[in-house]
């Protein structure tokens, strides 16, 4: 599940994605002070969701891109085990992904359509 690597909605997954590695860093915080989960497992979650995004990012051209993209947004959501309102967040952000996906196979679409 992936788009073809000159579709233009590549960019708008890849800002996506970098904006979702951003937002787990903002939920750090609300982890550990307002939840209570230890440091050092909010730290290995967060890297490691973080590293997942990153990656995705920069190979967002690439199925395997993709492929880390909608790991990365499994993630996200889950993020939610350690503290609940990261289930909303991680909700919302993978309606845009979804949304953002449908709309680059829509142009695909078009693109064969138009020839």
């Known amino acids: ?5 000159t579709n233009p909605m ?6 996506l994605l970098v904006f979702e590695a951003v937002l787990v860093w903002l939920a750090f915080p609300g982890i550990i002070q307002v939840e209570g989960v230890q440091t050092g497992l909010a730290v290995g979650v967060c890297l490691a969701l973080t590293a997942v995004f990153v990656a995705a ?5 690439r199925p395997l891109g993709y492929l880390l993209g909608w790991l990365g947004q499994v993630g996200f959501v889950a993020l939610g085990l350690l503290t ?3 289930y909303a967040m ?6 845009i992904w979804v949304t953002s996906f449908v709309l680059g ?8 359509i138009d020839g």
């Open 1 to 5: 599940m992936s788009l073809d690597p």
């Open 10 to 15: 590549n960019n708008t997954m890849r800002v």
């Open 57 to 61: 990012a920069g190979a967002i051209k």
């Open 84 to 86: 609940p309102w990261m």
């Open 90 to 95: 991680g909700i919302i952000f993978v309606i």
């Open 105 to 112: 196979k829509r142009i695909e679409a078009k693109r064969r």
